[in-house]
C-alpha cells in the first residue's frame, strides 16, 4: 500500500534539491543536505533525530569512500604530473599504427581514466587527437570520439573513479565485482559507442584540429622525459588486479582451491582497496617521482592539490549517504519497494531511470549515481547477492551517463577542445553518450537474465 504523503514528501524533497542547484545554482553537497533534512522534518521526524540520521548518513558513506577517493585522486596526480598517460599513449598509436589509431585512442582513454580524472585525462590526451587529424586529414571526430566513449565508460564504471565508488559503498556491492562487471559491460559498450558510432559521425561531420602552437605534448611538466610505457601499465594494473585477487580468492569459485588460510588473510589486507591504492601510491611515488628527479617537496605539493577535486567528491557522496538514511529512516524505501515488487517492476531498471531523471535534468553525472544510488538503497531485499549489487551499480552509472547536454560541464568541455559548435556537439558528444548508456543497460539486463 503505498502512503501517497510520504510519497509525496520524497517528492518535495527532489523538486527541492533540484530547484536548488539548477534555478539558484547552489552547490550540490548543501542541496542534498537540505534536500534530506526537509523530508526527514514534513515526514515527521523530529528535529535532534533528523540530526542523528545526517551524522550517520555522513559517517556510514564516508567511512569507506573518502580513503578511496583520496588515495585514488593522489596517485592519478603522481601519474599526471610524470608524463604516464603521454606515455600510454603513445605507446598505444605505436603498437596499433595510424590505420587502428581510433581504437589506440578509445583503449588509451579506457586505461587513463581509470586513475585520472575525466575532465584531467581529457584535457591531457586530446592533443594527441589534434596531431592524429592533422597527419592524416580524416575529421578530428574519428579520433575524439572513441577517446571519450573510454574515458566516459571507465569514468562511470570502473572503480577506483569516484562514481562507481561511492554507489558500491551506498549499496554495500563488492568493489572487486563492480570492476570485474565494469569491464565486462564496459568493453563492448567502448566498442559499439566509440569506434562505431565515431566512424559514422566522422563522415557526417568534418572537424579539423586548431592550428598548433607548441610542439611540448610529449614532455613531463619538469623536463625529464616520459616514463616507459609498460611501467605505466604495471603501475595502473596494481590496484585493480589485487583488488580482483582479493574477490576471487573469497568468492565461493575458490572454495576447492588448496589455498593456506594465511594466505587467503594476507590477500584479503593487500587485496582491500585501502591497502591496493596504499601499495600503488607508494610505487607511483617511488618509480614516477623520486626515481625520475622529483623532489619530495615537488610531489608533496602535487598529492596535496589533487585532494582539492576530491574533497568535493567525498563531501557530496557523504550528502548522497545522509539522503539514503533519511529515506530509510522515513520508511519511504520500504514502501516502495513493496510496491515496486506489486507491480513487477525490476529494480534495476528503477534504478537506471532514477538515475537517467536525474542525469537529464541537472547535468551532474556523479550528482545522478549518488542520487539514484540514495533512491534505490532502500529497496534492496535481502535475496540479492554480490553479482545482483554489482550489476545494480552498473545499472546506475548507465542512467547517470546518458544524454550529456547544455547542463553538464563536460559538454561545454567537449565543444570548447573539439571546436564543435552547440547543433554539432549534440550531434556528437550527447548522441554518444546516450549510445553508452542503452547499450550499457541493454548488456547488464541480458547478464541480470543469465548470471
Known sequence: MIDVTLLLYVGIGIALLLFLILRLKMQAFIALLICSITVALLAGIPPDETIDLVKKGMGDTLGFVAVVVGLGAMFGAILEHSGGAESLAAYLLKWFGEKRANLAMLITGFLVAIPVFFDVAFILLVP???ALQRKTGLSLLHFAIPLLAGLAITHAFIPPTPGPVAVADILNADLGQVILFGFIVGVPTALLAGLVFGKFIAKKIFVAAPEITDNEYFRSENGKGIPPPLMIFAIIAIPIVLILLNTFLNSPLANNLPIPISVKKTIQLIGHPFTALIIANLVAWYLLGIRRNFTPKQLLEITTASLGPAGIIILLTGAGGVFKQVLIATGAGEMLANYFAEQNIGLLLFAFIAAVLV????????VAMITAAGLTAPLIADNYSGTSLALLVIAIASGSSILSHVNDSG??????????????????WSVMTTILSLVSISLVMLLSVLL
Open 128 to 130: 594527441l587527437a589534434y
Open 411 to 428: 559538454f561545454w568541455l567537449v565543444s570548447k577542445y573539439l571546436g564543435l559548435d552547440e547543433k554539432q556537439t549534440f550531434r556528437s
Open 359 to 366: 542525469r537529464v535534468l541537472q547535468g551532474s553525472s556523479t
